[in-house]
């Protein structure tokens, strides 16, 4: 991916940054990947190891087992990153594994551009559709109307998964009707 600049629209420019500059992130940003991780306030400390995990293979081979998206403010000032990528055992099921944006550059279009990026090339590579789970704990309403707003479904919830009364949502994208096996008479 090369990068492109974009203003956000006069209703969506955010005070700190009138400019986006949006491509694949390097190893230079991994700091910042933990920053914006912890910035959130959501995510554990072993959520913070697991998204530098991601990041570290990412960069150790882009595009093997994940894809990434990264946008900035600045030239390398980094305020958000996506990491996606084709979800084992599946016939073009992606899965969409991390998406985070400081707060200081969150309602002004961020993470929906980055959404909107990672799932082009999603498509552009074959994806029929993009599946995403998160947490039903009440700091991540937000996370889960965002979703829902950008055409995502909730389509299983499996109850005390990540802890007790913190339940795993999964949320999925149709890119592309299914070409499934399955015969209705079944």
Not at 3 to 28: C, I, L, M, N
Not at 86 to 114: E, F, K, M, S
Not at 130 to 141: G, V
Not at 171 to 181: D, R
């Amino acid at each position: 991916m090369t990068p492109v600049r974009q203003k956000p629209s006069s209703a969506q420019a955010s005070p700190a940054s009138t400019t986006f500059e949006w491509g694949p992130p390097s190893e230079a940003d991994r700091e910042q990947v933990g920053e914006i991780v912890a910035a959130t306030s959501v995510f554990r400390p072993d959520e913070l190891d697991v998204a530098l995990e991601v990041f570290d293979d990412y960069c150790e081979a882009p595009g093997r087992d994940y894809h990434a998206l990264a946008v900035y403010s600045e030239p390398n000032e980094l305020v958000g990153f996506a990491f996606y990528g084709p979800t084992p055992c599946t016939v073009n099921t992606w899965d969409l594994y991390w998406i985070a944006v400081h707060p200081r550059a969150q309602r002004c279009g961020t993470g929906q551009g980055l959404l909107e990026r990672a799932e082009a090339h999603m498509r552009d590579c074959g994806a029929r559709m993009c599946a995403i789970e998160t947490s039903s704990r009440q700091d991540y309403e937000a996370t889960r109307r965002f979703y829902l707003a950008c055409g995502y479904e909730e389509v299983a919830r499996v109850a005390d998964f990540y802890d007790a009364g913190d339940d795993r949502v999964t949320y999925a994208k149709q890119f592309e009707k299914s070409l499934s096996l399955r015969r209705d008479d079944e």
